[in-house]
């Protein structure tokens, strides 16, 4: 080969290799992660939640996919979700990789969360269970759009928190943190304030007379103690619902919460 021919597949290698990264940004721009197959969703809504899922799925590392269905065959959503990852090979890093899948059967109004890998294991039962109950009003009075947006940024912030954390803890909350500073801050101000001002030589020493100061007389009498029991009713859930992952058919393990609305 000479030299002509040398230099024209060195070019071709180098732009191979610089291409694969824009090859890469541009299948990920592409991904649809909305399967809207039971047409709950506007054109310009499936855009907006998918970029958004787009978004933050790559800060996480993980692909937020919502799956919405007739559910023609009648399948338990547990198996929809199953099938549903087994046949579509979803996740971030790879087929069947780094998933969190939100599952709505139309037919027997049920939702169903589910995290794989990466996500199975920043998204327990407990979370999704959370993630769950925060989005299962607005699904009961047909805000979809809103419930979609909701599990993608509560599953995006609950994925920064190690396992075993309550993401919800209000130690984690940014106001709260303010407002502690701000007491804290306040109490080292006065503090400071109040030794600034001199030592005080004033007490109650001052004007009291202890001649004639004093108690007269004190009677304290016990009658009785009266104790009423009264049994609390508990309140049940009017969603249902419950944790528990499982195994999908293809082997792949995963976290769950299921529940109606």
């Known amino acids: 080969m000479n030299k002509l021919g040398r230099l024209w597949l060195f070019l071709l290698l180098l732009f ?11 299948s990920e721009v592409n991904k649809s992660l909305i399967y809207d197959e039971a047409h709950l969703l506007t054109a310009e809504q499936t855009k907006e939640l998918n970029e958004l899922a787009l978004r933050y799925g790559a800060e996480r590392e993980t692909d ?8 023609p065959e009648n399948l338990d959503v ?12 979803p996740g971030y890093d790879k087929p069947h990789g780094n998933a ?14 589910a995290g794989f890998y990466k996500a199975e294991e920043r998204l327990d039962d407990g979370r999704l269970q959370k993630i769950r109950s925060k989005i299962t009003p607005d699904l009961t009075e047909g805000n979809y759009a809103d419930a979609f947006e909701t599990y993608i940024k509560t599953a995006y912030k609950y994925m920064g928190f190690k396992p075993g954390v309550n993401p919800d803890n209000i130690l984690f909350n940014g106001w709260f943190q303010l407002g502690v500073a ?3 801050g306040g109490i080292v101000v006065g503090i400071m304030a109040y030794r600034s001002g001199g030592t005080v030589t004033v007490n109650r020493m001052t004007y009291e007379d202890a001649a004639t100061s004093g108690v007269l ?45």
């Open 217 to 261: 007389a004190q009677e304290d009498r016990y009658i009785r103690t009266t104790t009423t029991r009264r049994k609390i009713e508990r309140q049940s859930s009017g969603s249902g619902g419950g944790g528990g992952g499982g195994r999908t058919g293809g082997g792949h393990s995963h976290s769950g919460s299921r529940g109606s609305f």
């Open 182 to 184: 701000v007491v804290i």
């Open 100 to 113: 969190a899948i939100l599952t709505l059967d139309m037919r027997n109004r049920d939702v169903y969360l």
């Open 78 to 89: 547990v198996d929809l979700t199953e099938n549903f990852y087994d046949e579509k090979a």
């Open 16 to 26: 191979a290799v610089v291409g694969l990264p824009f090859q890469h940004a541009a």
């Open 64 to 71: 937020f996919i919502i799956f919405t269905t007739d559910n």
